[in-house]
Antibody, heavy 115, light 113 residues
């Protein structure tokens, strides 16, 4: 079955960076885009970006341009998302999800930004 | 960006009774290929979102048939024919017709009266 397993919770101070991983299994890794969606505490869902695991091409939402970088390692079916210049309002659960239809989601990674 | 709205934002329901959630988009969600890319997600407390319905009315595998989706253009509805205790959570609609960005509704919280 399709599984997306994310890395564990992180705590960072403002201005720092964080890198979250998402390991895929149960399907052909390079056949489906991976998207990132975040959810601030008690809030709704916000789409951030996608990566094409086959080509490495990426696309960010306008508000994350210049702050979000995605990479992938096809040998271990894993994608990574790094968010730089963290602010307190970046505190959220970050999810990876498969395909443009967001059909399968990871378990989420809580990133806390606090001084 | 396409703005998604939902109503109501809070929906207390009685077990065994029906429930209905409305989702509206700021522009038509019909894509050039003729499909309408409107999905519904359920997020139970403490869990990740789970896709229930894709392309307006197609139920995902394992989703009980008490869930159904309908609508067209800019107006969509998720119905639960008889609410069960396990249906408690927040329900989101999402469009992926006009991207980027993919956009979500604010969510409707369903709980038991």
């Amino acid at each position: 079955q399709v599984q997306l397993v994310q890395s564990g919770a992180e705590v960072r101070t403002p201005g720092a960076s964080v890198k979250v991983s998402c390991k895929a299994s149960g399907y052909t890794f390079t056949a489906y885009y991976i998207h990132w969606v975040r959810q601030a505490p008690g809030q709704g869902l916000e789409w951030m970006a996608w990566i094409n695991p086959n080509s490495g091409d990426t696309k960010n939402a306008q508000k994350f341009q210049g702050r979000v970088t995605m990479t992938r390692d096809t040998s271990i079916s894993t994608v990574y998302m790094e968010v730089s210049r963290l602010r307190s309002d970046d505190t959220a659960v970050y999810y990876c999800a498969r395909d443009g239809s967001l059909d399968n989601w990871g378990q989420g990674t809580l990133v806390t930004v606090s001084s | 960006d396409v703005v998604m709205t939902q109503s109501p934002l809070s929906l207390p329901v009685t077990l065994g009774q029906p429930a209905s959630i409305s989702c509206r988009s700021s522009q038509s969600l019909v894509y050039s290929d003729g499909n309408t890319y409107l999905n519904w997600y359920q997020q139970r407390p403490g869990q990740s979102p789970r896709r229930l319905i894709y392309k307006v009315s197609n139920r995902d595998s394992g989703v009980p048939d008490r869930f159904s989706g309908s609508g067209s253009g800019t107006d969509f509805t998720l119905k639960i024919s008889r609410v069960e205790a396990e249906d408690v959570g927040v329900y989101f609609c999402m469009q992926s017709t006009h991207w980027p960005p993919w956009t979500f509704g604010p969510g409707t919280k369903v709980d038991i009266k």
